[in-house]
């Protein structure tokens, strides 16, 4: 028999207890709980959903689908991972729906960019934009499902286990996926490791050697 | 793991390595090839530099009250429909409570002109004459009572399932203030009707279905 959301307890750290706790009591229907849980999760929500579809204008709209799955849902919540892996992983698969909607299949928006990738044209978007949106545009280079664990990794700090929940597939495709996206990011690795956009130029040179491609 | 596997799959680890969130043994592997491997070392230095960027990096986050407000106009109305759907009453009518008889509850424009009445006065907890309690959920509205506000400890049998819960929280209008605690038990605050000693009312939260225990909070 299932267990109820009411007889779970935490054992992931003071933060997952907090989120457990609030999510009990939404699953009860308590308003009050529900805007602490939302005004703990839009932030994090936003910010990997804006990395995660590229379309900001959407991100506000599959948030708040997320949480009403959350206001929803909560009593069916299990406790099999953290309350935010759990959250994370709706929005994960809100987000596809919502860019599969809009037949913006990540795949094809990755290739249809690749196909700028060369070294005089990067060279002209890092003149026009700063590092900051050059990472936004490299980041464009990859695929939806490696910008999901890339953020995942980096932003968020799960475990490539957690990455695997909250993606709905194996620790090994969590891997690959990661993998993926290294290589193609091959570029922009060692001129972030200079941190210095005046060096750019070289960097760029430097970069387009076989030897900088990571594997 | 051969030496090579070792270090593909090392390189493969490095990212996690970074973030602090592989295995101990994982982690252990992964420092033990660092030392002997400048190819790692060097990739490691990269993704961290990329991990630093990453976090760095700018996303605006707006405020997200706009946001909510546009949610819970969403949730209400998916609660209204849902009550409509299921034949039971509308959300501010439902505080009226069938088959709860220990309230003295007056009608909704009663409890209506009650809030409006009482709109902006801060209402302790204690002994304090309390006739506007609002029961802090989605689907219900406002109900007047005529009492004092008390803080109680509920604690629910369990198992217990969310639905049950619930109706047991609408049925004594309450509020929750915290909880759960470690042994599941709520912190709720509640309107003892002027017509009910305290103990007469907590004997009558007993006997609802769901609730093991409920004692005045300390």
């Known amino acids: 028999m299932r267990k109820s959301i009411h007889e779970l307890k935490s054992s992931r750290g003071a933060e997952d207890e907090e989120n457990l706790k609030l999510l009990q009591r939404v699953a009860v229907k308590d308003k009050v709980a529900f805007e602490k849980l939302y005004r703990r999760f839009f932030p994090q929500l936003t910010r990997y959903l804006s990395r995660l579809m590229r379309r900001p204008e959407m991100v506000e709209e599959v948030v708040n689908d997320t949480l009403f799955v959350v206001w929803e849902k909560a009593d069916q919540f299990q406790g099999r991972s953290k309350v935010s892996t759990w959250v994370t992983g709706i929005a994960y698969l809100k987000g596809i729906k919502a860019l599969d909607r809009l037949r913006m299949m990540p795949e094809q928006q990755a290739e249809s960019l690749a196909e700028v990738d060369d070294i005089e044209e990067t060279r002209n978007l890092i003149s026009k934009l700063g590092l900051d949106q050059w990472l936004s545009s490299g980041l464009d280079l990859i695929s939806v499902d490696q910008r999901s664990v890339i953020e995942l990794t980096y932003f968020s700090g799960y475990s490539y286990q957690e990455i695997s929940e909250i993606m709905h597939c194996p620790v090994n495709t969590v891997k690959t996926r990661m993998f993926h996206a290294r290589r193609r990011l091959a570029k922009l690795l060692p001129l972030l490791a200079e941190h210095n956009p005046v060096r750019v130029e070289d960097l760029l040179q430097q970069s387009s050697q076989p030897d900088d491609i990571v594997r | ?218």
């Open chain 2, 1 to 218: 793991m051969g030496k090579k596997a070792g270090h593909e799959a090392i390189l493969e680890l490095l990212p996690w390595f970074i973030n602090e969130t592989l295995g101990e043994k994982e982690r252990d592997l992964v420092l033990g090839h660092l030392r002997d491997c400048q190819e790692c070392r060097l990739e490691r230095d990269r993704l961290q530099n990329f991990e630093h960027f990453v976090r760095d990096s700018d996303v605006a986050i707006p405020d997200h009250r706009f946001a909510y407000t546009k949610l819970q106009a969403r949730i209400e109305t998916a609660e209204q429909n849902r009550a409509s759907t299921e034949g039971l009453a509308l959300p501010v009518q439902s505080t009226n409570h069938r088959g709860s008889n220990f309230f003295p509850v007056v009608g909704i424009a009663a409890s209506i002109a009650l809030v409006l009445a009482f709109v902006g006065l801060v209402v302790p907890s204690g002994n304090a004459p309390v006739t506007n309690p609002e029961f802090t959920t989605l689907t219900t509205g406002p109900v007047s009572i005529e009492g004092t506000a008390q803080r109680v400890a509920l604690t629910f049998q369990q198992p217990i399932q969310a639905a049950t819960m619930r109706k047991a929280l609408i049925e004594t209008h309450s509020n929750i203030v915290s909880g759960p605690d470690a042994d599941g038990t709520y912190l709720v605050e509640v309107q003892v009707p002027f017509n009910t000693s305290v103990e007469e009312y907590l004997r009558s939260i007993r006997e609802i279905e769901g609730v093991q225990y409920a004692r005045l909070s300390e």
